[in-house]
């Protein structure tokens, strides 16, 4: 079961966004505060000290700022994405403090995957990568149209890192939307790889090595539909079945999460599913909080542990669990 953990009281608008950590207990949650409220936004970054969880001090920011994406790659090398006066926002944590980096422009940088100190890769709104190779960032412009956009991104190693999102075909009534997924090899970008997807968009991606990527595909009319790629092709992942109306919102390593809505009501449980290999199985939430509403559900997990985040009308809540 997953067990709840320390969080620092915050205010009713924040929101959550994502969650990172390493493979030696280090953990952080990223998100904003303010909003939808007559203040500016601020980012807000919390970390896993071994004990608890603390607020972390970030550098001043002269306009409203938000965060989207964090990732780690290791606890002296973490970074989160975002937005600031509509050019990204980039922040680094080098094991003391949190800085400001500069990069070329993008739209809006939506997520981050952090390799190695000096490899690291930025996906956000419009046809553009930026990436870091230890001393200078590169744009490099990877979708073909101006109305594909990418929103998330996954790294097995420096030559394996995918990245999806989106694209817009047709004109009026006849427009829709389109998957794309794309795919770097350590010196390129290409469209080549990837499941046989109709409409909609990539939602999620993720992994836990070069043969175990996860991938949530999302349709309107069909909810989240999950793909797995073994290192060798794409195979369809039949989702989680649930009594309720489950609507799931991201996809991790062997892990699904999302919320659920019982008949005649408006409430939405949180809900959290992990993979046998064979089928989908519920993970327990203690009884508070399995009955209760929430948002802003996520989770990460190394295989070994698992965090959980959730927002309900009571706070911020952060549960591990973990199998050693």
Not at 110 to 133: E, M, S, Y
Request: glycine share 8%.
């Amino acid at each position: 079961m997953f067990r709840p953990v320390p969080v620092p009281e915050l205010p009713p608008s924040t929101a959550l966004a994502d969650l990172a950590m390493t493979r030696d207990d280090h953990a952080w949650l990223a998100g904003t505060t303010g909003v939808f409220t007559s203040r500016p936004s601020t980012p807000l970054v919390l970390r896993w000290t071994g004990a608890d969880w603390t607020e972390e001090t970030l550098p001043d920011l002269p306009t409203a700022a938000s965060l989207a994406g964090i990732s780690a790659a290791a606890p002296d090398d973490v970074w989160a994405v975002g937005n600031t006066a509509g050019h990204p926002l980039v922040l680094h944590y080098d094991g003391t403090r949190w800085h400001t980096v500069t990069t070329p422009r993008i739209p809006w940088a939506k997520a981050v995957a952090a390799i190695t100190p000096d490899d690291v890769h930025v996906v956000g709104t419009g046809a553009d990568t930026l990436h870091w190779d230890g001393t200078t960032w590169t744009r490099t412009t990877v979708l073909t149209s101006a109305r594909e956009t990418l929103q998330t991104i996954t790294a097995c190693g420096p030559d394996d890192v995918w990245a999806g999102g989106s694209g817009l075909t047709g004109a009026g009534p006849a427009t829709y939307e389109y998957p794309v997924l794309v795919h770097w090899d350590g010196t390129t970008w290409t469209d080549l790889h990837g499941p046989r997807l109709d409409h909609g968009h990539i939602a999620a991606l993720a992994a836990d090595g070069p043969h175990d990527v996860w991938l949530a595909h999302a349709r309107h009319a069909d909810g989240l539909q999950i793909h797995h790629y073994d290192g060798d092709r794409w195979h369809p992942v039949p989702p989680p079945t649930d009594e309720d109306r489950l609507s799931l919102h991201g996809v991790a390593a062997r892990w699904t999460w999302g919320v659920r809505a019982t008949r005649h009501t408006f409430e939405t449980r949180p809900a959290y599913h992990h993979w046998t290999g064979q089928e989908w199985t519920e993970h327990p939430l203690p009884d508070d909080l399995a009955r209760t509403s929430a948002s802003h559900v996520g989770l990460a997990t190394d295989g070994t542990t698992t965090w959980a985040y959730l927002k309900t009308a009571a706070g911020v809540h952060v549960l591990r669990h973990t199998t050693a």
